[in-house]
């Protein structure tokens, strides 16, 4: 079955949808503001726009061709505005999860949420604890803003009383390995998909995802039982994912998040054949999904690098926008396919490299 599916957002979340669509052989049009977004040689056509600027005519009009709207992006603002078109009823359906995604865009609510199902997470400071700690924004993703403090009077130096903490995700440091996983569900009713394994650079950002995860059988057997129930409670329709770490070998859930994720989907699609974007349309739209992939899962490393002259260096996806547009490459520096931005005859570039065994 062959969707025609608007992507509003060309960032790297953007990439990341029209990637796996055009997997799943589907049509595509990318809106974003920006003229060369980093999504933009991904999709199949391009129309560049500020959403915000867009009436409800112009909305309606441009919607009025296809069968589903992705939003891969952050603001809310622009999600405000697909949610009023929504609810008039003007636009085709939206795969997004408005209600969910209001209480995973804000750390402190979901904190709260796991709290209230009993889910371990990492404990909130109080002044005087023992150990190392990490503040984080309420309501940035990712690595964005996060600091690290080797002790309580550090937190208290630069942090001294709650005013100066408002807004702020202030917990114990958790150390040891780090996995995700995507959850789709329709009315709470969910679906986990192969858990993956993250590594970090020095500033927090993702820079390798690997499958399959080194992850104990009864870890991941805790991990999803979690995120059914998180699934459950949200009364999800459409897509989660799930980070945790492992410490002192209990399972710690650090956060989630109910919007389309970047690099992991990528990974989970080489290694076990399913396709996050056309599980995501099963969830709105009556869409025939292909039959169950092998349960022997393929191994694959997805790692952002940053290449200059004489130096090819491991790092965070943040890279990956700092070039231009991304193109796809096949067979490059040894890897089955990547995404390359940059330019590669003067040896300065960043790519995704997307590696497999056969």
């Known amino acids: 079955m062959r969707l025609k599916l608007l992507v509003v957002g060309g960032a790297l979340q953007g ?29 199949g056509s391009f129309f560049q726009a500020d959403w915000l600027t867009l009436s409800l005519k112009e909305i309606e009009r441009l919607c009025s061709n296809f069968d ?53 997470c ?17 309501d940035l993703s990712g690595s964005r803003g996060v600091r690290h403090f080797f002790c309580s009077k550090e937190v ?40 993956t394994q993250l590594c970090f650079d020095n500033f927090y950002d993702c820079r390798m995802v690997i499958a399959p995860s080194s992850l104990s059988e009864n870890l991941e057997q805790d991990f999803k039982a979690a995120a059914h129930k998180l699934a459950k409670a949200l009364k999800l329709t459409g897509i989660m994912d799930l980070e945790i770490i492992v410490a002192r070998c209990r399972l710690r859930l650090l956060e989630i998040d109910a919007r389309f994720p970047s690099q992991t989907p990528i990974v989970v699609y080489f290694s076990s054949s399913d396709n996050l974007v056309e599980r995501l349309a099963s969830c709105y739209l009556d869409y025939p999904l292909p039959p169950a992939p092998s349960l022997r899962s393929r191994k694959v490393v997805l790692e952002h690098v940053l290449v200059r002259p004489g130096l090819v260096e491991s790092m965070g996806e943040h890279i990956m926008t700092n070039f231009g547009p991304l193109t796809r490459h096949y067979n490059f520096m040894g890897a089955r396919e990547a995404l390359v931005a940059g330019n590669i005859k003067t040896g300065k570039f960043a790519a995704t490299l997307i590696k497999m065994e056969d």
């Open 122 to 138: 990492a404990a909130s400071w109080r002044p005087g604890a023992f150990g190392d700690f990490m503040v984080k924004p309420d």
């Open 156 to 195: 208290e130096e630069v942090f001294p009383d709650e005013r100066s903490r408002k807004g702020l995700v202030v917990e114990e440091f958790l150390d040891g390995p780090s996995y995700s996983l995507e959850v789709t569900a329709k009315d709470g009713v969910s679906l986990c998909f192969e858990v």
């Open 15 to 43: 990439g990341e949808v029209l990637y796996l669509a055009e997997k799943a052989g589907w049509e595509t049009l990318l809106c974003d503001r920006k003229k060369d977004p980093p999504a933009l040689n991904l999709a």
């Open 68 to 120: 589903l709207i992705i939003p891969a992006l952050e603001d809310k603002a622009v999600l405000n505005s697909l949610y009023k078109a929504k609810a008039l009823n003007i636009i085709p359906p939206v795969a997004h999860d408005f209600e969910a995604y209001e209480i995973s865009s804000s750390k402190l609510r979901s904190k709260k949420l796991f709290q209230e199902l009993n889910i371990d």
